[in-house]
């Protein structure tokens, strides 16, 4: 037996085993070796020759890449750059396929003219069973290349219902998170962005579900699932979600709700966000014609959502029913503007598809406060056939333009055609409107029909009588235009003004078209006077045209307009003409302007050659200019180019004598090319004063050049020099101040977008001036920049002028500054100084020995030192500057000092300053404190007219238009300064002499003025009622505006001058513009009384005969002192400086007196005894300071030598 098992296991081992491990060999040396790859791919391509493989490496299921694998026929193609294949042998045991990777790279897929490239595709597959799952796919970079589109030939629209059937899928299909990123469309080089993709899917027997939709687009991002059955009428249920993403509608949201089947969908829509909305559909895409039924609402809104120009539209809706056939709709709409009136739409129509047809049965438009009915009827066919009928009633203009008061009815009928070749017909079967506006009776009537026909290319135009009418003024066109043109045109406007609002003037045309319509012929006549409109004027106008066509096709053409006393935007016309005649061969005109401004005048005549090209000369030319006339000295050849658009000009010189413009050679002027060189020569500076200030003058000669060019494809080139061997520039002041040069050179250049300019100069014979900038590339956001500026021996001799002969100024400015960085942030090194100066003279508001101002620069920022000596004491500056946020620079500066001198035309103060002074865009600001120790201050006169500006005053600007206040100063300035009176303080004015002393706090704020604090006189006098009156108390106190001060001042009359010991004086209290005034005396007497003793210092009943006298001196001295100004200017007119009219003396011996000043150093006096008629005269001239000889001519003569000192 045992024989025998072992001969049947040796024959299962070489008749079955051995067999099943040769298979089992064979299969993992085809499955899992390169050789078995190699085979199979060599079998691929002997049955499929299309499919080709250049490179593989790994096994079939061992992992494989293959690499440029191709395949193609006739209409379709498939390229891949590679191929990664990787499954996992492990889920076999689990009688699962697994393919753990599968990655496809730059891969191309050709279907016809359409191409869908990607740049990846990576995914992961499980399969066991009748089950599939496909898992985290990514597709990335899909570009759809599709074929331009084709016209189709146009074809009736009809609906045939998707036939449902029950359907049960094989299998399971998983798709677990599926992505699509940067895939786009691109059509006739058109690129379109597709937005990224990600969802899930579940289908599974007759459900298919969609889970999680998500998509990103720069416009929007949306949300979706949904769920459909596959069987019966395919039940579904779907919502959506979108939020869009751009300005103006960010944040706004759409949710559509999707319920129902296929044979009763209904959709529920919602808008919510910037904008309100809803919405509810119903559709039965199972039926034929489509049923449905559509209505929408939207709540009121504005677009633009934003700005004062918006457009405001009210709540409405929109509604539609029915089907393909037919389909019903209704609108409601309203819509308002600040430039229009509101409306208000109501319509309903149809519109039938298989007839393209579209009839708005009934419309309303509710507008000022009226309303306008109409019916219309639409055909869309291959011939747009229109036909419309409207009806106005009761509409009020007025309601909107209130100018345009009145109301207007009328009726309307149109119809009309449109065909694809560009043939229509339009024809107004009926125009009647009538009413009235603006108080005068309106009526607007007649017929009008027109047509163009193609290929002919002819033109109709028919029209019985087409009236407008308006009270008197009247425009009327009838007549025909076919084969023979009779159409005529009347305007006769006795009064614009009564049409139209704002408007003047006379306007009559006639207007005749006649001829064939090959050869048509008009001529038209209009004339026009008093025209007015919106600050524009224009007393005649006259035009006379002749238009005829000739039997060559050109245009012959007479125009001749005349226009006179006219003012357009301010530019003033006393006489314009203007001429043209011939025709498109050989043609003229002239031109002649007369004005306030400049005269100009020119003739040209040229020629037009094919229509594309004209040929002219310029000749007989003036223009006028603020600095003088410019005479054409030759005449200029003209030359334009309707393609490529470009004008030629000849090389020319203007001349204004001695100076000449020219334009040294030919010039072309394009949108693209420009080449031109200008120069200019021997220009008289002084020419150029009526365009300079009016207390400036130029004078000297400029000679200048600009070379420009600019081609296709490259930088404009610019070139500029300009020099000048001598000049000034003159202030006229007395005496005049000026600043001359020799020598001026500037130099610029632009070339490769990078400019450099250069200055060089010789100031004031001695001083040196050397600039240079370069800006490295000018059509960058930085714009680099280096440059620098040296400045030397510039003294400040020029200013001489400004003090008088026995004064001196002196000090030398120099500079050394080199800039770089760019130029929204330059940055500066070196130094500005101003040294050695000294100022002395009695002009002078203060002596300086010796001075110096340092300003060194670092970068953005800057350093100030200044040291000022005087004769009394010392200034410092400090300061400092900042621009490194050149929007928001600081500058600080801080001032110091001992007790200065300075003399003012009121007399002198010794003033000690402490204050700090910051400035940036926003403001100016004032801090500190300001000392005045002593004083010596006598005031004579007040400014002349020293009338402050009323609070309704307004000020213009040179434009005629009022000036805002804040324009009035271009930084605000705030200020809080307190200013010390010291105990020397002396006050001499009007006739009050006293001490003052106090604290005043100063303070500006939004160009507002204030002081607060007190001012006390002490020891003080003040002339009154002819009497030197001791101040007994005195106190002003501030607290507000400067001029508004409260007075609080008693002055009695001289106790050692008084009998029986009574005290009499004047009390001033109350504020300084309306102060209450009142005689006081002590004991309390009646006023009469108190009068006389403030008088003559006795009572009335006084024995003494010399009351009536002193109390006549009081009244003559009153009205002497409210004269003097008066006097003053009688002086000034016959020469005599400071006269005035004054008393002196007292008692008796009183006197008035005149006195005046001939020259600066003789004075002349004459008075007069007021009760006894002795005159006497005097003389007295200034040898020197404080040094006078003085001689007397009257009852006594006498010759004095006077010496004038004063002491504290």
């Given at each position: 037996?045992?024989?025998?098992?072992?001969?049947?296991?040796?024959?299962?081992?070489?008749?079955?085993?051995?067999?099943?491990?040769?298979?089992?060999?064979?299969?993992?040396?085809?499955?899992?070796?390169?050789?078995?790859?190699?085979?199979?791919?060599?079998?691929?391509?002997?049955?499929?020759?299309?499919?080709?493989?250049?490179?593989?490496?790994?096994?079939?299921?061992?992992?494989?890449?293959?690499?440029?694998?191709?395949?193609?026929?006739?209409?379709?193609?498939?390229?891949?750059?590679?191929?990664?294949?990787?499954?996992?042998?492990?889920?076999?045991?689990?009688?699962?396929?697994?393919?753990?990777?599968?990655?496809?790279?730059?891969?191309?897929?050709?279907?016809?003219?359409?191409?869908?490239?990607?740049?990846?595709?990576?995914?992961?597959?499980?399969?066991?069973?009748?089950?599939?799952?496909?898992?985290?796919?990514?597709?990335?970079?899909?570009?759809?290349?599709?074929?331009?589109?084709?016209?189709?030939?146009?074809?009736?629209?009809?609906?045939?219902?998707?036939?449902?059937?029950?359907?049960?899928?094989?299998?399971?299909?998983?798709?677990?998170?599926?992505?699509?990123?940067?895939?786009?469309?691109?059509?006739?080089?058109?690129?379109?962005?597709?937005?990224?993709?990600?969802?899930?899917?579940?289908?599974?027997?007759?459900?298919?579900?969609?889970?999680?939709?998500?998509?990103?687009?720069?416009?929007?991002?949306?949300?979706?699932?949904?769920?459909?059955?596959?069987?019966?009428?395919?039940?579904?249920?779907?919502?959506?979600?979108?939020?869009?993403?751009?300005?103006?509608?960010?944040?706004?949201?759409?949710?559509?709700?999707?319920?129902?089947?296929?044979?009763?969908?209904?959709?529920?829509?919602?808008?919510?966000?910037?904008?309100?909305?809803?919405?509810?559909?119903?559709?039965?895409?199972?039926?034929?014609?489509?049923?449905?039924?559509?209505?929408?609402?939207?709540?009121?809104?504005?677009?633009?959502?934003?700005?004062?120009?918006?457009?405001?539209?009210?709540?409405?809706?929109?509604?539609?029913?029915?089907?393909?056939?037919?389909?019903?709709?209704?609108?409601?709409?309203?819509?308002?503007?600040?430039?229009v009136p509101a409306i208000v739409l109501n319509a309903a129509g149809q519109y039938l598809l298989t007839d393209s047809v579209l009839s708005v049965d009934s419309a309303q438009v509710s507008t000022l406060d009226g309303t306008i009915a109409g019916n219309a009827r639409i055909e869309l066919a291959?011939?747009?056939?229109?036909?419309?009928?409207?009806?106005?009633?009761?509409?009020?203009?007025?309601?909107?333009?209130?100018?345009?008061?009145?109301?207007?009815?009328?009726?309307?009928?149109?119809?009309?055609?449109?065909?694809?070749?560009?043939?229509?017909?339009?024809?107004?079967?009926?125009?009647?409107?009538?009413?009235?506006?603006?108080?005068?009776?309106?009526?607007?009537?007649?017929?009008?029909?027109?047509?163009?026909?193609?290929?002919?290319?002819?033109?109709?135009?028919?029209?019985?009588?087409?009236?407008?009418?308006?009270?008197?003024?009247?425009?009327?066109?009838?007549?025909?235009?076919?084969?023979?043109?009779?159409?005529?045109?009347?305007?006769?406007?006795?009064?614009?003004?009564?049409?139209?609002?704002?408007?003047?003037?006379?306007?009559?045309?006639?207007?005749?078209?006649?001829?064939?319509?090959?050869?048509?012929?008009?001529?038209?006549?209009?004339?026009?006077?008093?025209?007015?409109?919106?600050?524009?004027?224009?007393?005649?106008?006259?035009?006379?045209?002749?238009?005829?066509?000739?039997?060559?096709?050109?245009?012959?053409?007479?125009?001749?307009?005349?226009?006179?006393?006219?003012?357009?935007?301010?530019?003033?016309?006393?006489?314009?003409?203007?001429?043209?005649?011939?025709?498109?061969?050989?043609?003229?005109?002239?031109?002649?302007?007369?004005?306030?401004?400049?005269?100009?005048?020119?003739?040209?005549?040229?020629?037009?050659?094919?229509?594309?090209?004209?040929?002219?000369?310029?000749?007989?030319?003036?223009?006028?200019?603020?600095?003088?006339?410019?005479?054409?000295?030759?005449?200029?050849?003209?030359?334009?180019?309707?393609?490529?658009?470009?004008?030629?000009?000849?090389?020319?010189?203007?001349?204004?004598?001695?100076?000449?413009?020219?334009?040294?050679?030919?010039?072309?002027?394009?949108?693209?090319?420009?080449?031109?060189?200008?120069?200019?020569?021997?220009?008289?500076?002084?020419?150029?004063?009526?365009?300079?200030?009016?207390?400036?003058?130029?004078?000297?000669?400029?000679?200048?050049?600009?070379?420009?060019?600019?081609?296709?494809?490259?930088?404009?080139?610019?070139?500029?020099?300009?020099?000048?061997?001598?000049?000034?520039?003159?202030?006229?002041?007395?005496?005049?101040?000026?600043?001359?040069?020799?020598?001026?050179?500037?130099?610029?250049?632009?070339?490769?977008?990078?400019?450099?300019?250069?200055?060089?100069?010789?100031?004031?014979?001695?001083?040196?001036?050397?600039?240079?900038?370069?800006?490295?590339?000018?059509?960058?956001?930085?714009?680099?920049?280096?440059?620098?500026?040296?400045?030397?021996?510039?003294?400040?001799?020029?200013?001489?002028?400004?003090?008088?002969?026995?004064?001196?100024?002196?000090?030398?400015?120099?500079?050394?500054?080199?800039?770089?960085?760019?130029?929204?942030?330059?940055?500066?090194?070196?130094?500005?100084?101003?040294?050695?100066?000294?100022?002395?003279?009695?002009?002078?508001?203060?002596?300086?020995?010796?001075?110096?101002?340092?300003?060194?620069?670092?970068?953005?920022?800057?350093?100030?030192?200044?040291?000022?000596?005087?004769?009394?004491?010392?200034?410092?500056?400090?300061?400092?500057?900042?621009?490194?946020?050149?929007?928001?620079?600081?500058?600080?500066?801080?001032?110091?000092?001992?007790?200065?001198?300075?003399?003012?035309?009121?007399?002198?103060?010794?003033?000690?300053?402490?204050?700090?002074?910051?400035?940036?865009?926003?403001?100016?600001?004032?801090?500190?404190?300001?000392?005045?120790?002593?004083?010596?201050?006598?005031?004579?006169?007040?400014?002349?007219?020293?009338?402050?500006?009323?609070?309704?005053?307004?000020?213009?600007?040179?434009?005629?238009?009022?000036?805002?206040?804040?324009?009035?100063?271009?930084?605000?300035?705030?200020?809080?300064?307190?200013?010390?009176?010291?105990?020397?303080?002396?006050?001499?004015?009007?006739?009050?002499?006293?001490?003052?002393?106090?604290?005043?706090?100063?303070?500006?704020?939004?160009?507002?003025?204030?002081?607060?604090?007190?001012?006390?006189?002490?020891?003080?006098?003040?002339?009154?009622?002819?009497?030197?009156?001791?101040?007994?108390?005195?106190?002003?106190?501030?607290?507000?505006?400067?001029?508004?001060?409260?007075?609080?001042?008693?002055?009695?009359?001289?106790?050692?001058?008084?009998?029986?010991?009574?005290v009499a004086g004047i009390r001033v209290t109350g504020p300084a513009d309306k102060p209450q005034i009142t005689i006081f005396s002590e004991p309390a007497m009646p006023q009469a009384n108190a009068l006389s003793y403030l008088l003559v210092g006795r009572d009335l009943d006084s024995e003494s005969?010399?009351?009536?006298?002193?109390?006549?001196?009081?009244?003559?001295?009153?009205?002497?002192?409210?004269?003097?100004?008066?006097?003053?200017?009688?002086?000034?007119?016959?020469?005599?400086?400071?006269?005035?009219?004054?008393?002196?003396?007292?008692?008796?011996?009183?006197?008035?007196?005149?006195?005046?000043?001939?020259?600066?150093?003789?004075?002349?006096?004459?008075?007069?005894?007021?009760?006894?008629?002795?005159?006497?005269?005097?003389?007295?001239?200034?040898?020197?300071?404080?040094?006078?000889?003085?001689?007397?001519?009257?009852?006594?003569?006498?010759?004095?030598?006077?010496?004038?000192?004063?002491?504290?």
């Amino acid at each position: 037996m045992k024989p025998a098992v072992h001969k049947t296991l040796k024959w299962l081992n070489w008749t079955l085993i051995l067999p099943l491990l040769v298979v089992v060999l064979l299969l993992a040396i085809l499955l899992y070796t390169p050789a078995g790859l190699k085979l199979g791919l060599w079998l691929s391509h002997k049955y499929v020759p299309q499919l080709s493989v250049a490179g593989h490496n790994g096994s079939l299921l061992g992992g494989m890449q293959l690499n440029n694998v191709r395949w193609q026929n006739d209409s379709s193609a498939f390229q891949l750059d590679q191929l990664q294949l990787d499954i996992d042998n492990g889920c076999f045991f689990q009688f699962k396929l697994c393919v753990s990777k599968l990655a496809l790279s730059n891969g191309t897929v050709t279907l016809g003219e359409n191409t869908f490239r990607f740049d990846r595709f990576n995914t992961s597959v499980e399969a066991w069973g009748r089950e599939l799952q496909v898992n985290n796919s990514q597709l990335q970079q899909l570009q759809i290349e599709l074929a331009a589109t084709t016209e189709p030939s146009p074809e009736p629209f009809s609906y045939k219902p998707p036939a449902l059937s029950d359907i049960s899928l094989p299998l399971a299909i998983y798709v677990n998170g599926f992505s699509l990123t940067d895939a786009s469309i691109i059509q006739e080089q058109q690129k379109t962005p597709l937005p990224d993709v990600s969802f899930s899917v579940q289908a599974r027997e007759q459900s298919i579900r969609l889970l999680d939709l998500q998509a990103s687009h720069p416009q929007a991002r949306l949300s979706a699932t949904a769920d459909i059955t596959l069987k019966g009428n395919y039940p579904l249920n779907a919502r959506l979600s979108a939020v869009l993403k751009e300005e103006p509608l960010a944040e706004q949201q759409l949710n559509v709700s999707l319920s129902g089947s296929l044979a009763d969908l209904a959709a529920t829509i919602r808008a919510s966000g910037k904008i309100e909305a809803s919405g509810e559909a119903q559709l039965a895409v199972l039926s034929a014609g489509l049923p449905l039924s559509v209505d929408l609402q939207y709540e009121a809104f504005s677009w633009p959502l934003e700005g004062d120009d918006s457009w405001q539209l009210s709540r409405g809706n929109l509604s539609a029913t029915g089907d393909l056939q037919q389909l019903k709709f209704t609108v409601k709409a309203g819509v308002s503007h600040r430039t229009v009136p509101a409306i208000v739409l109501n319509a309903a129509g149809q519109y039938l598809l298989t007839d393209s047809v579209l009839s708005v049965d009934s419309a309303q438009v509710s507008t000022l406060d009226g309303t306008i009915a109409g019916n219309a009827r639409i055909e869309l066919a291959d011939t747009l056939r229109w036909q419309a009928a409207l009806k106005l009633s009761r509409i009020k203009p007025g309601s909107f333009w209130p100018e345009f008061n009145g109301e207007i009815n009328g009726k309307l009928a149109n119809t009309g055609t449109f065909s694809q070749d560009g043939s229509w017909q339009t024809e107004l079967s009926q125009l009647a409107i009538d009413g009235r506006l603006k108080d005068e009776i309106i009526n607007i009537q007649g017929k009008l029909a027109a047509s163009f026909r193609q290929p002919v290319n002819r033109y109709k135009l028919d029209s019985e009588q087409l009236i407008l009418q308006h009270g008197d003024n009247r425009i009327s066109l009838s007549g025909s235009l076919a084969e023979q043109w009779q159409l005529d045109a009347q305007v006769s406007v006795p009064d614009l003004s009564s049409s139209l609002p704002s408007t003047q003037g006379v306007i009559n045309a006639d207007i005749p078209l006649r001829g064939a319509q090959r050869q048509p012929q008009l001529t038209a006549t209009i004339a026009a006077s008093d025209l007015r409109y919106a600050g524009n004027s224009l007393q005649q106008l006259a035009l006379d045209l002749q238009l005829q066509v000739q039997q060559n096709q050109q245009l012959q053409a007479t125009l001749d307009l005349t226009a006179s006393d006219g003012s357009l935007q301010g530019f003033q016309i006393d006489k314009f003409s203007l001429t043209l005649s011939g025709n498109e061969a050989q043609h003229q005109l002239e031109l002649a302007l007369q004005s306030t401004r400049s005269d100009i005048s020119f003739a040209v005549n040229g020629q037009l050659t094919d229509r594309k090209r004209w040929q002219g000369q310029l000749s007989d030319a003036t223009v006028g200019s603020p600095i003088g006339p410019w005479q054409l000295q030759d005449v200029i050849d003209l030359g334009y180019a309707h393609q490529p658009q470009q004008l030629n000009i000849s090389q020319h010189c203007w001349r204004n004598d001695p100076g000449s413009l020219c334009l040294t050679d030919n010039a072309s002027l394009s949108a693209e090319n420009l080449a031109a060189t200008v120069e200019l020569q021997q220009l008289n500076l002084a020419s150029l004063n009526a365009l300079m200030p009016l207390a400036v003058n130029l004078s000297g000669e400029l000679n200048a050049s600009v070379s420009a060019n600019w081609q296709p494809g490259q930088r404009p080139r610019l070139d500029l020099s300009v020099q000048s061997n001598h000049g000034a520039l003159t202030e006229r002041s007395s005496p005049p101040i000026s600043l001359s040069w020799q020598q001026l050179t500037l130099s610029s250049q632009l070339a490769n977008d990078q400019l450099t300019t250069s200055v060089q100069a010789t100031l004031n014979e001695q001083a040196g001036l050397t600039a240079r900038l370069n800006i490295a590339d000018i059509s960058s956001n930085n714009r680099p920049l280096s440059g620098s500026l040296q400045l030397t021996d510039f003294t400040l001799e020029f200013l001489q002028p400004l003090l008088d002969e026995y004064s001196e100024l002196a000090g030398v400015i120099s500079a050394d500054i080199a800039a770089e960085g760019t130029v929204q942030n330059p940055l500066l090194s070196g130094q500005l100084a101003l040294n050695k100066l000294r100022v002395k003279g009695k002009l002078a508001p203060t002596d300086i020995n010796n001075g110096s101002l340092r300003v060194a620069f670092k970068g953005a920022q800057a350093d100030l030192q200044g040291d000022i000596v005087t004769p009394q004491g010392a200034l410092t500056l400090a300061g400092k500057a900042d621009w490194q946020q050149i929007d928001n620079w600081q500058a600080r500066l801080g001032v110091k000092g001992d007790p200065l001198s300075i003399q003012i035309e009121q007399g002198k103060l010794q003033v000690k300053p402490d204050l700090d002074i910051s400035a940036n865009p926003q403001q100016i600001k004032l801090t500190g404190s300001i000392a005045i120790p002593s004083a010596q201050l006598s005031i004579d006169e007040l400014p002349q007219n020293a009338v402050g500006l009323s609070g309704d005053t307004v000020i213009l600007n040179a434009e005629g238009k009022p000036v805002k206040e804040q324009q009035a100063m271009a930084t605000p300035i705030t200020a809080d300064i307190r200013l010390q009176l010291g105990d020397k303080v002396q006050l001499d004015a009007f006739g009050l002499e006293t001490l003052l002393r106090g604290n005043l706090q100063v303070r500006q704020q939004q160009g507002k003025q204030t002081i607060n604090g007190e001012v006390r006189l002490v020891d003080g006098t003040f002339r009154s009622y002819g009497q030197d009156l001791l101040i007994r108390s005195g106190k002003m106190t501030f607290s507000g505006p400067p001029d508004q001060p409260y007075l609080n001042v008693e002055a009695i009359r001289n106790p050692a001058n008084m009998e029986d010991s009574v005290v009499a004086g004047i009390r001033v209290t109350g504020p300084a513009d309306k102060p209450q005034i009142t005689i006081f005396s002590e004991p309390a007497m009646p006023q009469a009384n108190a009068l006389s003793y403030l008088l003559v210092g006795r009572d009335l009943d006084s024995e003494s005969g010399s009351a009536a006298n002193a109390v006549t001196t009081s009244l003559i001295g009153m009205s002497i002192a409210s004269s003097g100004s008066l006097v003053g200017e009688i002086g000034e007119a016959f020469g005599v400086s400071d006269l005035t009219l004054d008393t002196a003396g007292s008692g008796d011996n009183s006197q008035v007196t005149v006195s005046g000043y001939l020259t600066r150093d003789l004075q002349v006096k004459y008075g007069i005894g007021i009760f006894e008629p002795i005159g006497e005269f005097t003389l007295r001239y200034r040898l020197m300071q404080s040094l006078y000889l003085e001689a007397v001519s009257g009852l006594d003569n006498a010759v004095d030598l006077l010496y004038r000192f004063e002491f504290d």
